[in-house]
């Protein structure tokens, strides 16, 4: 990982190994490279799981642009086209709106590479690495509900989450109750954290922070500097005080027809 002062691209780096590692547990899936750009078809009918990813933003153009779309819209698959930039406002911005592409989401990224700040955390809360069958049916479930998540795609990326070898995954519990998951994955030289979501009732109780230690901790035990991730608006402000610093934002367009 390079230097925190300027984007590093660390969770963008671990995004593209990740779907690398997917489409292997996909019988239907591949992976090709085109013009600087991983592209991606899953089969699943969500946008950000087919399509390209740029590892160079400045790279795209016009005409790469429509070369990236071309396949994805042939084959009738929702898609994207995902790039990584410092700030939520790239320049490529311009060629997108210009292709009649819309913005389906800008997400801040965070990385820590140093031991979390760790807030003082209610004794009963616990939280243990996921081991059996039980454990995953229940790692699931709480992902599902935690981030209201539907449909068979959801539910199958869950499935092939747990299956790969590169995942670590936790669970939590308030007491006797579950009531948060979090994944660890370890893809692209990178460790990025995923799906982190503590169910209503057990918020603002150190749940969430115990996963991230968790899951921090197990990163740096397995040689890797620290953890990257994806930031929602609910979960930035934590992160934030447990040392996570801004690396950049990641942005996924997709064709106008695709979004209304």
């Known amino acids: 990982m390079t230097a925190p002062h300027a984007p590093s691209m660390a969770f963008h780096r671990n995004w593209i190994g990740l779907l690398e590692a997917l489409v292997r547990h996909l019988p239907n899936a591949y992976t090709w490279r ?19 990813v740029l590892e160079d933003a400045d790279q795209l153009t016009a005409q790469t642009l429509q ?3 071309a396949p994805f819209a042939a084959l009738g698959l929702p898609y994207s086209v995902q790039i990584c930039a410092p700030s939520a406002q790239p320049p490529q911005m311009a060629l997108f709106q210009a292709a009649r592409f819309t913005e389906l989401l800008c997400d801040p990224l965070m990385l820590c590479e ?25 790692y699931k479930r709480l992902v599902l509900e935690g981030f209201e998540m539907v449909g068979d795609s959801a539910e199958e990326f869950l499935n092939v989450l747990l299956s790969m070898a590169e995942g670590r995954h936790v669970v939590a519990w308030l007491g006797e109750q ?19 979501t503590t169910l209503p009732f057990a918020r603002r109780r150190g749940v969430a922070a115990a996963m991230m230690q ?3 901790a197990r990163a ?7 953890t990257a991730l994806a930031a929602s608006s ?7 005080r447990l040392g996570y610093h801004a690396d950049g934002y990641q942005l996924a367009y997709i064709p106008l027809k695709d979004y209304f």
């Open 34 to 52: 085109k013009n600087g750009a991983l592209m991606v078809r899953t089969g699943w009918r969500l946008a950000v799981f087919n399509g390209a």
């Open 220 to 226: 740096r035990a397995e040689g890797y500097s620290g």
């Open 214 to 216: 968790a899951l921090h």
């Open 178 to 196: 579950p009531c948060g998951a979090g994944s660890l994955a370890l893809c692209g030289g990178v460790a990025g954290v995923y799906n982190v």
């Open 67 to 69: 070369d990236y779309a």
């Open 114 to 138: 140093r031991d979390l700040d760790l807030p003082a955390i209610a004794p009963e809360v616990r939280v243990r690495f996921v081991q059996d069958a039980a454990d995953q049916a229940l």
């Open 234 to 240: 609910m979960g930035a402000p934590l992160y934030r």
